[in-house]
Nanobody, 120 residues
Framework: QLQASGGGLAQAGGSLRLSCACS????????MAWFRQAPEKEREFVAT??????MTYYADSVKGRFSISRDQNTVYLQMDGLKPEDTAVYYC?????????????????WGQGTLVTVSS
């Protein structure tokens, strides 16, 4: 019900765009977000967007390089200026609430993840 795509291999400084299609039942009226998990690390927040797209928040590590947007029930993550430390499995998530939040506990629905690998 959350289907992420767009991952792959990029060189440092390059760009990738992730997409996540969500069912209307899950994502209508709910905020959506991207998280990521690198090997042997905990899942961490990347970016979130409110239901109507008016509010966005970013992790400090990606601010100025990544941009989150949504078109109804599809959320996008434009990743520019990629760095090797951005290498991770990226997960899209749907919140239980309409307001955007950086708190992982707000998100009850998860996609399967898409791997992003950035080479130096």
């Amino acid at each position: 019900q959350l289907q992420a795509s767009g991952g792959g291999l990029a060189q440092a400084g390059g760009s990738l765009r992730l997409s996540c299609a969500c069912s209307r039942r899950l994502c209508s009226n709910n905020a959506m977000a991207w998280f990521r998990q690198a090997p042997e690390k905990e899942r961490e927040f990347v970016a979130t967007v409110s239901w109507r797209g008016g509010m966005t928040y970013y992790a400090d590590s990606v601010k100025g390089r990544f941009s989150i947007s949504r078109d109804q029930n599809t959320v996008y993550l434009q990743m520019d200026g990629l760095k090797p430390e951005d290498t991770a499995v990226y997960y899209c998530a749907a919140s239980r609430y309409s307001q955007a939040s950086t708190d992982i506990s707000s998100y009850g629905y998860w996609g399967q993840g898409t791997l992003v690998t950035v080479s130096s």
